[in-house]
């Protein structure tokens, strides 16, 4: 799933970067995140332990490659 989100996001960032988006940025990585916590969620479904979910944080998903659209902006220089 990362590998298939991973060409959307570079896609958006490279394309919005240029402007005042790091709020948005920022609210997509977190949405990103809820979605894959959720996707895990209804794969496990009756089969999730307890404490389980906690560990599918945004490190955990960063560390399997997620790409972060937070820290990317670029500002136009002065002209």
Do not use: C
Not at 28 to 52: C, F, H, P, T
């Amino acid at each position: 799933m990362i590998a298939d989100l991973n060409p959307i996001l570079r896609g958006w960032g490279n394309y919005f970067r240029t402007g005042n988006a790091a709020d948005k940025f920022q609210q997509i990585d977190s949405y990103v995140v809820w979605r894959l916590n959720r996707l895990m969620e209804k794969k496990r479904g009756r089969n999730l332990r307890a404490g389980q979910a906690q560990q599918w944080d945004e490190a955990r998903f960063n560390g399997h490659g997620l790409y972060r659209l937070r820290g990317t902006v670029r500002y136009p220089g002065a002209a």
